[in-house]
C-alpha cells in the first residue's frame, strides 16, 4: 500500500524540483525535494540491519532497512544486534 502512494508522489517531488521548468532536474534540485535522510541510529542496542560478512557490508549496513527488507536480502544481512531481546 505505501509503495502506490510514494509512487503517486514521485511526479509531484520531480515537478516541485524542476525549478527552470524544462522537464529535467539536476541531483541538487532533486536532493532539495526530497529532503534530508532520516538520522542514524543513536543507540548500539537500537535494532537495525546487519551485515553476514564485511563483503556484505554497503548492502546490508548503514541502508535504514526494515527487518523486512533486511531479510529479504537473503542470507547477506540479519536482524540485530541478537544480544538484544527486543530485536
Known amino acids: 500500500m505505501m509503495i502506490a502512494s510514494t509512487d ?7 515537478t516541485e524540483a524542476d ?3 524544462d522537464g529535467t532536474i539536476t541531483l541538487d534540485e532533486l536532493e532539495a525535494a526530497m529532503g ?3 538520522p542514524p541510529p543513536t543507540s548500539e ?9 564485511g563483503e556484505n557490508e554497503p548492502v546490508c549496513e548503514n541502508q535504514y532497512f526494515g527487518i523486512y527488507e533486511c531479510l529479504d536480502m537473503g542470507d547477506k544481512c ?3 544486534p541478537g544480544e538484544s531481546t527486543q530485536c
Open 45 to 53: 542496542e537500537h535494532c537495525r540491519c546487519f551485515a553476514n560478512g
Open 8 to 14: 503517486a508522489m514521485l511526479p509531484m517531488m520531480f
Open 19 to 21: 525549478k527552470n521548468g
Open 36 to 38: 534530508p535522510p532520516p
Open 78 to 80: 540479519h536482524w540485530g
